[in-house]
């Protein structure tokens, strides 16, 4: 069975501060990774990442991907409150079903 | 641009009632359709998912089904709730790739 998991749950910072989000994944045929951010509502998409290594930016966000050690990090640096949200991890693996396998989160809190 | 269509955005029902929720997609043609269920300390759960018009696959045994009758739309029932049926709801779609994009959900209570 395809697992994802990611870690901490959980996590309290400080604006300002540079937080690593964790997912690890056991899959077959593994496609790509995706990272989105859920607020109240739907997740959106921040990152896909297919190839190990090449870092993907987007502003005070980045990710990369380990295909060898089967994990990946988001990093978020100089935290805003905006930032609070739980943030998933999810994979693809293409095998015929379509499905994306998601891991349960991390809970971000940022305070002032 | 597309964008996705989901109603109601929250819905309180009694055990044993009926359940209809619709999902629709606006601005792209023979999307893959999807319906997840998001339950409190719980990672997001495929339900369903839809190749094409009356093509549904279930990936979890329960007493919800799903219907496409066309292209761009997206329904999910059930005949008599249970409790255990309480959560958040989202639909999503894809055309051709890996990501999917989300819908705003429908928050559902079994009472």
């Known amino acids: 069975e395809d697992k994802v998991v990611q870690s901490p749950l959980s996590l309290v910072v400080h604006e300002g501060d540079t937080v690593t989000l964790n997912c690890s994944y056991e899959?077959?045929?593994?496609?790509?990774l995706l990272w989105y951010k859920q607020e109240k509502k739907a997740p959106t998409f921040l990152f896909m990442l297919?190839?190990?290594?090449i870092e993907k930016k987007s502003g005070r966000l980045s990710s990369i991907l380990d295909k060898k050690e089967l994990f990946s990090i988001l990093n978020i640096t100089a935290t805003q409150t905006g930032d609070s949200a739980v943030y998933l991890c999810a994979v693809f693996t293409g095998a015929g079903s379509y499905q994306l396998t998601f891991g349960k989160g991390t809970k971000l809190s940022v305070i002032p | 641009s597309q964008t996705i269509h989901q109603w109601p955005a929250t819905l309180v029902q009694p055990v044993g009632s009926p359940l209809s929720l619709e999902c629709t997609v606006e601005g792209t043609s023979n999307p893959n359709l999807y319906w997840y269920r998001q339950a409190a300390g719980r990672g997001l759960q495929l339900l369903f998912y839809s190749v094409g018009i009356g093509q549904i696959s279930s990936e979890v045994p329960q007493n919800l089904s799903a219907s496409r009758p066309q292209d761009r739309q997206f329904i999910l029932s059930s005949k008599k709730l249970l409790l255990s049926d309480s959560g958040f709801y989202l639909c999503?779609?894809?055309?051709?790739?890996?990501?999917?994009?989300f819908g705003p959900g429908t928050r559902l209570t079994v009472t």
């Open positions: 297919t190839s190990s290594g």
């Open positions: 999503a779609w894809s055309v051709g790739g890996h990501q999917q994009y």
């Open positions: 899959v077959t045929n593994f496609r790509s």
